[in-house]
């Protein structure tokens, strides 16, 4: 085994996030007699702190064994939106450099959306409700 240098981005911080969402979805089938997990869509902020290729290369370690094995993530990036107390608007902010309403351009840190994960949906496969056809002949 060769003994890499230790990364600036550890894949700590992803890892446990990732383990956190299989324990989540592998509850959530419970009972619903799902064959196959195809993919995992998630909202990941852009406030988040999660680098995605972290995310994925993680995935692919908590999922071994567990229903979600072999499936997909599908990361969603979701922009960060600010509140602006001047207009009474929030505002999607273009970049993260400056957190200004983008109509006035004042200054807000009344941060709306960006800085959570969240699962959005699972693309998934039903047990069939009746046994397949035998082939044998
Ligand atoms: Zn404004």
Do not use: W
């Not at 550890?10 to 990732?18: A, D, F, K, Q």
């Not at 299989?22 to 680098?51: C, D, F, M, P, W």
């Not at 107390?85 to 993260?96: D, K, V, Y």
């Amino acid at each position: 085994m060769v003994r890499r240098p230790h990364r600036e981005n550890c894949p700590g911080h992803e890892l446990s996030i990732v383990h956190g969402i299989v324990t989540t979805v592998t509850e959530s089938l419970i009972g619903r007699h799902v064959s196959q997990v195809y993919s995992v869509k998630l909202n990941v902020g852009a406030l988040s702190g999660v680098v995605e290729d972290a995310l994925q290369f993680s995935y692919g370690i908590a999922t071994e064994g567990s229903i979600l094995a072999g499936s997909r993530i599908e990361v969603v990036h979701i922009p960060v939106r600010v509140y602006c107390a001047e207009c009474q608007l929030e505002s999607e902010l273009p970049s993260l450099r400056s957190f200004r309403c983008i109509h006035c351009g004042t200054p807000s840190m009344d941060i709306r959306s960006g800085r959570k994960l969240d699962i959005e949906s699972l693309e998934i496969d039903k047990e069939p409700a009746t046994p397949p056809a035998s082939l044998s002949n």
